[in-house]
Antibody
Framework: QITLKESGPTVVKPTETLTLTCTFSGVSLSTSGVGVGWIRQPPGKALEWLAV???????HYSPSLKKKVTITKDTSKNQVVLSMTNMDPVDTATYYC???????????WGQGTMVTVSS | QSALTQPRSVSGSPGQSVTISCTETSSDVGGYNYVSWYQQHPGKAPKLMIY???KRPSGVPDRFSGSKSDNTASLTISGLQPEDEADYYC??????????FGGGTKLTVL
């Protein structure tokens, strides 16, 4: 059974850098085809895909957020980290960690973590 | 601005069937057959209901089905039940290891 759980600050100030950690179990990021990614959802709005990192350490980003987002992994700790720079109130959202195999679909989701950007 | 367009809302009575459409409005999406559908109840994380256009994950009732014709994917829910009331999102692989979501559809079971 694959599970994922997000952790990180609930409030960040404008211009600060957000760092979120996804800790997962039941799957290894050293297994070919496996990926872990991030998706966010502003309150009352639609889902937005942000980034994904694969077993081969290949990271991919939403074109609109490529300059703002970095995704890294620590295979030994079963963790994936999302960093977002220069946070703005429009980045206020619930951030979800997701499991994917190749490019098919986001099969497993974490519970999500709400991040508010406010001074 | 999403490259996948969904109706904002649909509704149906218990036992009826409803179909939610998802139309690719950008050529960047590329017409890949990696369309997935997610169900989200209020305050909950989304749940995968359909992947690769028409495949159902284990545990998803066969009342849920997916299809695609030209640039429009569809999710059909037959035999509507009260617990089907939720938001539904389509998602498509857009090439180069990127994905795009639709704007979401609120399903109301009357």
């Amino acid at each position: 059974q694959i599970t994922l759980k997000e952790s990180g600050p609930t409030v960040v100030k404008p211009t600060e850098t957000l760092t979120l950690t996804c800790t997962f179990s039941g799957v290894s990021l050293s297994t070919s085809g496996v990926g872990v990614g991030w998706i966010r959802q502003p309150p009352g709005k639609a889902l937005e895909w942000l980034a994904v990192i694969y077993w081969d350490d290949d990271g991919h980003y939403s074109p609109s957020l490529k300059k703002k987002v970095t995704i890294t992994k620590d295979t030994s700790k079963n963790q994936v980290v999302l960093s977002m720079t220069n946070m703005d109130p429009v980045d206020t959202a619930t951030y979800y960690c997701v499991h994917i195999e190749l490019v098919s679909a986001f099969h497993i989701w974490g519970q999500g973590t709400m991040v508010t950007v406010s001074s | 601005q999403s490259a996948l367009t969904q109706p904002r809302s649909v509704s149906g009575s218990p036992g009826q069937s409803v179909t939610i459409s998802c139309t690719e409005t950008s050529s960047d999406v590329g017409g890949y057959n990696y369309v997935s559908w997610y169900q989200q109840h209020p305050g909950k994380a989304p749940k995968l209901m359909i992947y690769d256009v028409r495949k159902r994950p284990s545990g998803v009732p066969d009342r849920f089905s997916g299809s695609k014709s030209d640039n429009t994917a569809s999710l059909t829910i037959s035999g509507l039940q009260p617990e089907d009331e939720a938001d539904y999102y389509c998602c498509s692989y857009a090439g180069s290891y990127t994905w795009v979501f639709g704007g979401g559809t609120k399903l109301t079971v009357l």
